[in-house]
């Protein structure tokens, strides 16, 4: 599955989105024959019905493809055609007070699946994994939870990839951490780049959280840096707060979306793009 959403009415990222959806597929032996125009036509089709997608009613839009109708089996041939499913919801974004105030963040105790037992890089609905750490961290009270991989390093969090600052260098751990390769991830990091700002790929433990000037969190139905910055004060309690924004804030127009800048520790996720800039 992929989710997007949309700018002014236009799906963002909707290529990158449709090639990850492919190879996903591909790793589970699941052929999709659909060509990209008739997947976004649906898309399309989808929103207008509910009213979305349009300026001023930007969708959230969740893409799922199935195997399709047919036995109750393992079998990938069991099934003729895959099935497609396309949903449609307003899309809403984080609380004004993640940009202003920061959130609270925690590390949580459920560890992300080993790599070699479902890889990370199949976005799938296979999300227990993922879930178990998300209700973790709502018991106490966090607005998203950081996981750690089976060696004991930061790897991500439940719903977003992960950004931390220290000592002015912007760090995200690398998909060999057994992280899913976010698009979201993969456009902040080309975005820095144009702007001379190097954003490299290395292994994060708890402390360099502790220790971290700011840190953000990122997913692809909100392309921005919420929450802007992440001062961890301990392992388990974690706030993340705008108050150094600025280094990283970067003026730039795209065709699809509005001008973005770029925190200093960022969590991407889609479902939370916005613009965002330092008082």
């Known amino acids: 599955y992929e989710v997007l959403r949309t700018y002014e009415g236009r799906l963002f990222l909707f290529d990158r989105h449709m090639r990850r959806l492919r190879a996903s597929a591909s790793r589970l032996h699941l052929e999709i024959a659909t060509p990209d125009a008739e997947f976004e036509r649906r898309c399309v089709e989808t929103m207008r019905a509910a009213g979305l997608g349009v300026p001023g009613a930007d969708a959230y839009v969740r893409v799922l493809v199935t195997r399709g109708v047919g036995e109750i089996s393992y079998d990938p041939g069991a099934?003729?055609?895959?099935?497609?499913?396309?949903?449609?919801?307003?899309?809403?974004?984080?609380?004004?007070?993640?940009y202003t105030d920061g959130v609270r963040v925690a590390l949580v105790d459920v560890v992300r699946n080993h790599p070699a037992t479902v890889n990370p890089l199949i976005k799938s609905n296979n999300l227990l994994n993922n879930a178990l750490g998300a209700q973790e961290a709502m018991r106490r009270g966090a607005f998203e939870g950081v996981m750690r991989n089976y060696r004991g390093e930061i790897v991500e969090c439940t719903t977003a990839n992960i950004f931390v600052v220290r000592d002015g260098i912007v760090t995200t751990p690398p998909l060999d951490a057994g992280l899913l390769g976010g698009l979201t991830?993969?456009?902040?990091?080309?975005?820095?780049?144009?702007?001379?700002?190097?954003?490299?790929?290395?292994?994060?433990?708890?402390?360099?959280?502790?220790?971290?000037?700011?840190?953000?969190?990122?997913?692809?139905?909100?392309?921005?840096?919420?929450?802007?910055?992440?001062?961890?004060?301990?392992?388990?309690?974690?706030?993340?707060?705008?108050?150094?924004?600025?280094?990283?804030?970067?003026?730039?127009?795209?065709?699809?979306?509005?001008?973005i800048c770029c925190s200093s520790i960022a969590t991407s996720t889609a479902r939370n793009m916005r613009a965002c800039w330092p008082a």
Request: with cysteine.
């Open 185 to 259: 991830r993969e456009f902040l990091i080309e975005v820095a780049a144009q702007h001379g700002i190097v954003i490299r790929e290395g292994i994060l433990h708890d402390a360099d959280l502790i220790g971290a000037d700011p840190a953000a969190v990122a997913d692809a139905a909100a392309l921005a840096c919420c929450p802007p910055l992440c001062t961890m004060a301990a392992p388990c309690d974690t706030i993340c707060r705008p108050e150094s924004l600025s280094w990283l804030a970067m003026p730039a127009t795209y065709t699809a979306a509005p001008t």
């Open 79 to 98: 099934c003729g055609a895959p099935s497609i499913v396309v949903i449609a919801k307003p899309h809403v974004d984080a609380p004004a007070s993640a």
